[in-house]
């Protein structure tokens, strides 16, 4: 058992510290979508996992699907689950890939672009369930909600890009 | 030896910090353009595909679907341009909601109440036999249109 070649490779891979950090960014993303589950279109976890894949790199991805995992303990399984299981790890794919990036204009605008492709990235999974007109008709009922829910994700990272980039590298690097 | 590691990372930081600040000014101006450019698309969607209300004498068929599955279908005559007006219009058919935070929200039809916290039920709305996008608030009403509200449960038990 000890030399199985995934041990191994796990063991290289993953420390205790990146276990307690994926349970922190799970624990952050369940917290932060919790406290604004009131706020219609407000929400913290685009911000959150932005942030954590561009920070804590392509772990964050796994932080994401535990994420989605709870989700689906949490909440009856209905059809915003199979969209769960798109939208957010695109969306770490997505800023793994800018990671680069460092400036809060950039990040700001990219959130708002999610914010408002949000409805049509989710109408997706009504194509499948009751066909192309149904989730265009969905999706065009949605987009006052889209522009909201895009505007409020680029106030959120405006505000709390510089402050949280800072504390995570500084905890990231040490 | 440690003032050469530290002057090494130092400047290799840097570079990194110029290259990132080159990277993130063209990244950026498309990234706002693109943001910029979707909010005028969906305004104009929005604008252009939003069913609109039709003024005038409107015949409409409302079915109502209870929980036990039994349908009640009332016809009726209206110059109300919105469903919430035209059902509140309809006599026999009773219905009461709160303002929600995506408008009205139905709570009880005729003395049913759909509770989705306690067992998951909710009142839809079907428009022509599909289900609908819109609140019964916001949901324009057509001539000859036909409308549903049906008792339903979430699949999950």
Redesign the interface.
């Known amino acids: 058992m000890k030399d199985h070649p995934m041990n191994k490779a796990d063991a290289k891979k993953y420390t205790t510290r990146d276990l307690a950090e994926l349970g922190m960014m799970v624990a952050a993303l369940e917290a932060g979508k919790l406290a604004l589950s009131s706020l219609?279109n407000v929400e913290i976890v685009t911000f959150l996992i932005i942030m954590f894949a561009a920070i804590y790199g392509l772990k964050s991805m796994i932080a994401v699907v535990v994420f989605i995992s709870v989700e689906c303990l949490l909440w009856?399984?209905?059809l915003w689950t199979i969209m769960y299981l798109y939208i957010w790890p695109l969306l770490a794919a997505l800023s793994y890939l800018?990671r680069?990036?460092?400036?809060v204009?950039?990040w700001s605008?990219?959130s708002?672009?999610y914010g408002?492709?949000f409805g049509g990235l989710c109408a997706i999974v009504y194509i499948f369930t009751?066909g192309i007109?149904?989730a265009?008709?969905?999706w065009?009922?949605?987009?006052?909600?889209?522009?909201i829910h895009?505007f409020s994700n680029?106030v959120i990272m405006m505000v709390l890009y510089r402050p949280i980039r800072k504390v995570f590298k500084y905890y990231n690097s040490k | 030896m440690k003032e050469t590691v530290t002057e090494e990372t130092v400047t290799e930081e840097r570079s990194k910090a110029v290259e990132n600040t080159q990277k993130g000014g063209k990244g950026t101006l498309i990234a706002v353009l693109a943001a910029a450019a979707v909010v005028v698309l969906l305004i104009i969607l929005a604008v252009m595909f939003s069913p609109k209300p039709q003024s005038g004498d409107k015949n409409i068929t409302v079915t109502l679907t209870d929980n036990n599955g039994v349908d009640t279908v009332y016809e009726h005559n209206t110059d109300a341009e919105y469903l919430l007006e035209a059902v509140r219009e309809i006599e026999g058919l009773e219905l009461q909601g709160e303002e929600g935070e995506y408008g009205f929200f139905i709570t009880t039809v005729n003395g049913i109440t759909a509770d989705y916290s306690v067992d998951q039920s909710y009142w839809a709305i079907y428009v022509n036999g599909e289900y609908g996008s819109y609140g019964i608030e916001s949901q324009p009403i057509e001539d000859e249109g036909e409308y549903a509200l049906v008792y339903e449960r979430s699949s999950y038990e």
């Open positions: 219609p009856p399984v209905n800018f680069k990036q460092s400036s204009w950039f605008a990219f708002a672009l408002f492709c009751s007109q149904t265009v008709a969905w065009i009922a949605g987009i006052p909600f889209d522009l895009g680029c």
